[in-house]
């Protein structure tokens, strides 16, 4: 049997700081959150940084800065054209 939704509501709120989701959205830090997640998932998406070859944190923070420059200088040369 699914409960209602106020019951839901309420045991959340019984949980308090123990768990679960918090009653309440936020949609300042939502609309922020949005704004970072594509991009962190188009670093992800390139394989050096998917499947993380490179062993060093050197290595790794280079590709980073690699693939986010891509990504930068792709979007710059949309937006002039």
Not at 2 to 26: F, W, Y
Not at 42 to 62: Q, V
């Amino acid at each position: 049997m699914i409960p209602e939704k106020k019951d839901q509501a309420a045991n959340r709120k019984k949980k308090g700081s123990r768990g679960g989701r918090p009653v309440s959205h936020d949609t300042g830090l939502y609309k922020e959150r949005n704004t970072v997640e594509p991009l962190i998932n188009k670093l992800k998406a390139w394989r050096g940084i998917a499947t993380r070859n490179d062993k060093t944190p050197e290595s790794y923070l280079a590709g980073l800065h690699l693939r986010a420059s891509m990504i930068w200088i792709k979007d710059l040369t949309r937006t002039t054209k």
